[in-house]
């Protein structure tokens, strides 16, 4: 059976402690692992590792524990150096919106309690991933080759990511972003018109063992894409203006 997280927290934590010593200065469990809706077995453990010294040696020592890490479904960890953080608002301001929102602090200093992040610089990396997002997508629909489970894994892959772009979104909006699953669907929809339904149906591929059938995704994926084209379009446009699927939007560039 797996491990919960706090087991799995404490053996991660031991294994930094081990490493780093005395130059550890936290250590950060956030995502899932940090809420309510960690599922055993299938959600990852994302953790944030602050560190003064971050040597090529150093990190050779924790080459040994990595596939202890895979089996307990823990994620790579974010290692960085304590100033770092500040420093890297203006380039990641989602990354580190969305550790903020849910984090547990498990040794050392929060890092993340004070942060303040810049409007325009939540607006940017927006745009930028949207637009690598729809890229990305675009080049894996022809990728699949139209083959069921590689239109399947296409939907798994992509859609973790798509957590922290509706919460800057939000914050772009003004609106509360610290909210997840059907929360920010909902939430997302009252901002900026978000498709709820295409979401919820691309949520359920991604954790259903058996796809659905290849016409379905098919069908999934092509609107997925006009969903997220939808949203480079607002985003370019300098701003949020909602408008429901299907109307003809804004007149901003297209990738």
């Known amino acids: ?72 479904r823990v994620a790579m960890p ?59 997508l675009r080049a894996g629909a022809i990728e699949c080759e139209g083959k069921r489970d590689r239109m399947a894994e296409l939907i798994r892959s992509s859609l973790p990511a798509m957590t922290a772009l509706f919460q800057g979104l939000l914050f772009f909006a003004g609106r509360p972003a610290a909210v997840w699953g059907n929360d920010l669907l909902e ?5 900026y018109n978000l498709d709820t339904v295409l979401f919820q149906e691309l949520s359920r591929v991604r954790f259903e063992k058996r796809p659905p059938s290849k016409e379905v995704l098919q069908g999934l994926i092509a609107r997925y894409l006009r969903e997220v084209e939808r949203l480079v379009e607002m985003i370019d446009a300098g701003g949020l203006k909602p408008q429901a699927a299907g109307d003809s939007g804004s007149q901003g560039a297209r990738i």
Request: hydrophobic content about 40%; overall charge negative.
């Open 78 to 136: 974010v290692l960085m150096r304590p100033e770092m953080v500040q420093t890297a608002l203006d380039s990641y301001p989602l990354e580190f919106l969305t550790m903020k929102g849910a984090h547990r602090v498990l040794k050392g200093t929060d890092a993340l309690a004070g942060l303040v992040f810049q409007r325009e610089d939540v607006r940017l990396q927006c745009e930028r991933d949207l637009r690598g997002k729809l890229l990305h």
């Open 1 to 72: 059976m797996p491990r919960d997280p706090e087991q799995i927290s404490e053996a991660f934590v031991a294994d930094m402690e081990s490493c780093w010593g005395e130059d550890l200065v936290s250590v950060i469990l956030y995502g899932s692992g940090a809420r309510d809706d960690f599922i055993p077995g299938r959600s990852d453990l994302n953790f944030l590792v602050l560190v003064r010294d971050l040597e090529p040696e150093r990190l050779r020592s924790l080459q040994q524990k990595v596939k202890r890490w895979r089996k307990e």
């Open 187 to 191: 939430a997302g929809r009252d901002a």
